[in-house]
């Protein structure tokens, strides 16, 4: 398996050039658009909940891991609503684990530790709210493959969740690559992500 700990700065950085060299106009487009779309289901919610936007986007993220991104979204809205209208989170079935639920919840309700304890939420949640004036990068299971990874490897078994510190080791190389390239982080990301998931997807689909 290849781990985090087993790769140079030097490495992640050339694996991540070789991914976004990789992009089709397709998935560049896809890269610039992703997190736009994804603040306006967080603006959506607060506005018929009255939850804040911030707030909204934290529970989308913390609800994502494992989550196909329409049933995220479901789950969000309906965490939030029952949240709003004084409900319990057991009411709320959500395609994700249960502890993610539990995290989404604290994060309604107001315990800001929450995201200060886990960087890919608070991150991601950022990353939605702000779009391109963030400067986190979203280090989830895709972003993490592609700092270990060669294209040319194929699909191969990866270190799925860095550390805390290997977290932000990987995401200030990763912050140092968009600026490179004179590329909004979030818009640099969502590309990659694009390309290695396609890349990966196809791989798997046809046995290589």
């Not at 304890?117 to 608070?122: T, Y």
Request: proline share 2%; with cysteine.
């Amino acid at each position: 398996m290849l781990t985090i700990n087993h790769v140079t700065d030097r490495q992640v950085r050339n694996r991540l050039r070789k991914w976004r060299s990789l992009a089709t106009e397709e998935q560049e487009e896809a890269g610039r658009v992703w997190y736009d779309e994804a603040r306006e289901v967080s603006e959506s919610i607060a506005a018929v909940t009255g939850i804040d936007a911030f707030t909204a986007a934290a529970v989308i993220a913390a609800l994502s891991p494992k989550n196909k991104w329409d049933r995220n979204v479901h789950d969000a809205w309906e965490l939030c609503k029952a949240w709003a209208r004084g409900g319990e989170q057991d009411t709320v079935s959500v395609c994700t684990f249960h502890s993610n639920r539990d995290k989404a919840w604290r994060i309604l309700d107001g315990e800001k530790d929450v995201l200060a304890s886990s960087p890919k939420v608070s991150a991601f949640a950022d990353t939605i709210a702000y779009g391109i004036l963030s400067k986190s990068i979203v280090v989830d299971v895709w972003h993490t493959r592609a700092c270990l990874a060669k294209p040319s490897e194929g699909v191969v078994d990866c270190q799925s969740s860095p550390t805390n510190a290997q977290y932000r080791r990987l995401e200030e190389i990763t912050l140092e690559e968009a600026g490179r390239i004179d590329e909004f982080p979030c818009e640099y990301q969502a590309t990659i992500w694009s390309v290695i998931r396609d890349k990966w997807g196809r791989q798997r689909r046809y046995g290589h």
